[in-house]
RNA sequence: AGAGGAGUGGCAGAGUGGUCGAAUGCGGCGGUCUUGAAAACCGUUGUACCGCAAGGUACCGGGGGUUCGAAUCCCUCCUCCUCUGCCA
């Protein structure tokens, strides 16, 4: 969530910043914002002064009564019973406010960085660049979802019968791709920097509100009620949670993982019949890059990471294109995203595989993430992540891109994790 | 899962109702001494909120309560340890 005293010492460029996001009541919900603010401010100030008061009465009691003068004591003690009531009272006011004003900024998103563009929806998207060649199919080529029942790689059916739609059985060649592809994206995260960490797939309430996902999205996660713990819907949500509450020096800085996981999605209300196949999936595989990072350097890590997921593409040589997210199709917690599609060729369609975003101090703001900086100061970090790369989609453009009237060809880049060239 | 024990500052570890934001030791930082280092000695060393500041307030696992006053007493939840049970 934002910072209080930026709605404050930067209002304006809060305001035109969130208005790339089409979010017409911003000026009144950061006016809001700050009258809570002083509000808070207002009472606790009175508390404060009340409870000292009370506690100077207090010690006068505990003093009078090692000198032995008991029926002093005992005059002064009803005096702290109407500050007891006020204190209350006023706690009551303060809590209240403080609750208020944490709701209303869980409803403001995070102010787009200055390269943002207007937009409301996707097709105000900027294109940054595009790479690589849109390949030319033969007569008679297949979309992803004819491939796999051809070659018997992914059982949505069998999938069907043990859990429901959405959860894809991998067999044979198809599942090896899977173990192939996360090994692949694991070694050369590794070869990058990234220290692999390999986090639970279920995580609490207080790691869903720090990282986003709650109160908002929580509908989008699986629950499991018994425990009150839900299922991630991204390795985000664990590994960015690893430095909740924790102050880290500068020194420790970038702090780079990488974690591999399984993700979990009800997609509630998006499903539809532009959605076959592997294009949208309740459980799927995704290895995901997270980067904590001195404020100075969040944007240079952000291209870094940009960079590097196009690295994967190039390597397992599929035509894709970069995009700059607009203000209405970013997320609510970032400050700016690159959205990586590659081009599915049977389907005719861009698929987002990789979504890289700089979250500034929105999330570390709710996570407490801090470091202490060069003049031993605490501060704010920034947080950042990345997939790299969600594997369904990668899949439906391997499979679709590469086939061939004899079979399936895989990228060289996967023969030695493969075991094999072609399904 | 049952029985018992325990959670205090970066770490170790005192503290069982007031003078305790908290002894002491270690570590960290600054200094004295030294050619340099070690040792020794002196000083300093948590986080957050309000305030221009002086200062004030809160925090001893989390939450609630008793009391004029709680690290200390009570309730509750969480976590860890030991034993028993179960288990990949």
């Known amino acids: 969530m934002l910072l209080v005293n930026t709605v404050r010492d930067q209002f304006d460029r809060v305001l035109e910043g969130l208005q790339k996001r089409n979010f017409v009541e911003a000026e009144g919900l950061l006016n809001q914002v700050i009258d809570l603010d002083d509000k808070r401010k207002t009472t606790q100030t009175q508390r404060d002064q009340l409870q000292a008061e009370a506690n100077s009465i207090s010690k006068e009691i505990g003093q009078l009564m090692r000198e032995g003068k008991k029926e ?114 694991l070694d050369e995260a590794l070869k990058a920097g990234f220290v692999e960490v390999q986090p639970p797939i279920l995580v609490n309430e207080e790691s869903g509100y720090a990282t986003g996902q709650l109160p908002d999205k929580e509908g989008q996660m699986y629950h499991a009620t018994a425990d009150n713990l839900y299922l991630i819907p991204t390795a985000e949500v664990p590994i960015t949670n690893l430095y909740r509450d924790v102050i880290l020096t500068e020194e420790e800085l970038p702090i780079k993982n990488v974690g591999y996981t399984p993700c979990f999605r009800r997609e509630a209300g998006s499903w539809g019949a532009h959605v076959r196949g592997l294009n949208r999936l309740h459980q799927f595989d995704k290895v995901e890059i997270v980067q904590i990072t001195h404020p100075e350097h969040s944007y240079q890590a952000l291209e870094e990471m940009s960079t590097y997921v196009q690295g994967l593409l190039k390597k397992l040589e599929l035509p894709y294109r970069v995009l700059r997210l607009c203000g209405g199709d970013m997320g609510f917690t970032s400050s700016l995203t690159y959205d990586m599609e590659v081009f599915s060729a049977a389907q005719g369609r861009w698929l987002e595989v990789s979504s890289v975003s700089n979250f500034e101090t929105y999330q570390s703001n709710r996570l407490k993430l ?51 060239e072609k399904i």
Do not use: C
Not at 82 to 96: F, R
Not at 140 to 150: A, F, Q, S, Y
Not at 377 to 391: F, R
């Open 72 to 185: 002093e004591a005992e005059k002064i003690k009803n005096k702290t019973a109407e500050l007891k009531l006020e204190i209350k009272s006023l706690d009551e006011a303060n809590a209240s406010a403080e609750e208020e004003l944490k709701a209303l900024l869980y409803t403001i998103p995070n102010v787009p960085h200055i390269s943002v563009p207007f937009g409301k929806s996707a097709e105000d998207n900027e294109t940054v660049l595009e790479y690589g060649a849109i390949p030319t199919l033969f007569e008679g080529n297949l979309p992803h979802w004819e491939l796999i029942k051809k070659y018997d790689i992914i059982d949505f059916d069998l999938g069907v019968k043990i859990t429901g739609a959405g959860f894809p059985v991998y067999k044979g060649k198809g599942a090896r791709l899977q173990r192939a592809l996360i090994n692949f994206f």
């Open 370 to 420: 801090r470091f202490k900086d060069s003049e031993k100061k605490t501060q704010l970090a920034h947080s950042l992540n990345g997939s790299a790369l969600a594997l369904p989609r990668i899949v439906a453009a391997l499979l679709e891109n590469n086939q061939t009237p004899d079979g399936i060809m895989m990228p060289k880049v996967l023969h030695p994790y493969l075991g094999f």
